[in-house]
């Protein structure tokens, strides 16, 4: 019998693609990224910022904090597409956001809505599948729509959810949120 060798990476990752529309759907977006750079911000004022990820637990309760302190003239908040209403912040989240100034202790999860759509003049998903999630649900607020990693400079630009990872894997996804929020500040700085 003879062995065989590992898959390389990039194999693996269209492997998963192909089983998993979430995958497909950040994979799709990454390479979209990659190909077109930067994108602008929407044309219009920009005071209200909606900050989304799955479970509102982890990566959009620190977004949404971490960007607050850069930009105090904004109003931010979070919400999960997958969230249940209550739930705190990850114990690794709010051990590393401490890290990095946020405090999550009185985080409660909340589940993204029409009226939180409504009211956001753009919103911040982490991966391709949450763009894609709000376009098919909510088609009106397409424009409005860029996912966090797309003000990353260098790839990867997808920002993965550290939920159940050791601390210093959500150190690492906390220090992409970190570069990005810098990155929106800058470009809010100058269109202001």
Same mark, same amino acid.
């Given at each position: ?19 998993? @529309? ?80 946020? @405090? ?53 630009? @997808? ?32 269109? @202001?």
């Amino acid at each position: 019998m003879r062995a065989t060798s590992p898959k390389p990476s990039w194999l693996r990752t269209l492997a998963r693609a192909v089983r998993s @529309t979430h995958d497909r759907q950040d994979l799709v977006w990454e390479l979209k990224r990659r190909r077109s750079g930067e994108p602008a911000l929407p044309p219009f004022p920009i005071r209200k910022v909606m900050v989304i990820c799955q479970g509102n637990i982890c990566r959009s309760p620190f977004a949404e904090r971490q960007l607050a302190k850069h930009c105090p003239q904004l109003e931010v908040r979070s919400a999960g597409l997958k969230a249940r209403n209550g739930d705190p912040a990850q114990p690794a989240a709010a051990r590393v956001g401490l890290e990095f100034g946020v @405090t999550l202790d009185d985080h409660a999860a909340h589940l993204l809505r029409d009226v939180d759509v409504e009211w956001a003049d753009l919103i911040l998903g982490m991966q391709g599948w949450h763009q894609a999630s709000v376009h098919r649900r909510w088609p009106k607020a397409r424009e409005r729509v860029r996912l966090l990693g797309d003000f990353l400079a260098d790839a990867p630009h @997808t920002i993965e959810d550290p939920w159940g990872a050791p601390d210093d894997y959500f150190h690492g996804v906390f220090e992409q949120i970190a570069r990005a929020n810098t990155r929106i500040a800058e470009l809010l700085d100058t269109t @202001t």
